[in-house]
């Protein structure tokens, strides 16, 4: 089976639910109409934003964004969608990654690599998730990561263990200089090491004093970087 992937490199607003979830839709609604792609993958909490800071410390903006993961099965049809929130479970908030088609929840998978180094500060607000995410979709099985978690050895090895044959990472990797070959080189090293494909998404834009620069790339399972986003765009 093959399958045509969107990679939604794009700007959210941290704390505008709705207007993210509104760009969601129709960056959707793109992919499918326009693209025909079959899965469209957003960046890391694409619907509060990153980084969404002490926000995440008010219960009536993390029940907020849980419900929008509903609104956004209920509106969306005809393609799948790989988005990232702040998923509730009981007392605890992970920095989660959800795939959607056709109304069903179809997995959810949980950051297990939290960066509490530099401008990072997630070991503040989420619970670290412990398992791999493997699920389905047109015949092929696609592991879910997010941001730090392709910089760390081990989970993409796990990721393939556990029956993956591409890899779809979620990300809100800030620019410094160099980055873009640092990023590259530590992740496509991994994938080769594990061979396995991979689809990098990152966003653009400012958000305080982090800037995000975009460039996502595909790597095949050679480590070879088959497509490449533009910077800052």
Known sequence: MSLKIALAQINFLVGNIAANVNN?????????DELVAHIIVFPELTITGYPAEDLLL????????????YQLAEQVAGIALVV???ELDGDKLYNSAVVLH???MLACYRKQALPNYGVFDEQRYFTAGKQPCVFEFNGIFIGLTICEDVWKSGIIDA??????ELLLTLNASPF????VHQREA???RQIKAAQIPLVYVNQVGGQDELIFDGASFVADSHG???FRAEEFK
């Open 24 to 32: 969601i839709i129709v960056a959707a609604t793109h992919a499918r």
């Open 176 to 179: 410094n200089s160099g980055k």
């Open 159 to 164: 990721t393939k263990q556990a029956g993956a």
């Open 84 to 86: 990232g929130f702040p």
């Open 186 to 188: 530590i992740i496509c």
């Open 102 to 104: 056709q109304g069903v």
């Open 58 to 69: 008010r219960a009536d903006f993390i029940a907020a964004a849980n419900n929008a993961v």
């Open 224 to 226: 070879g970087i088959v």
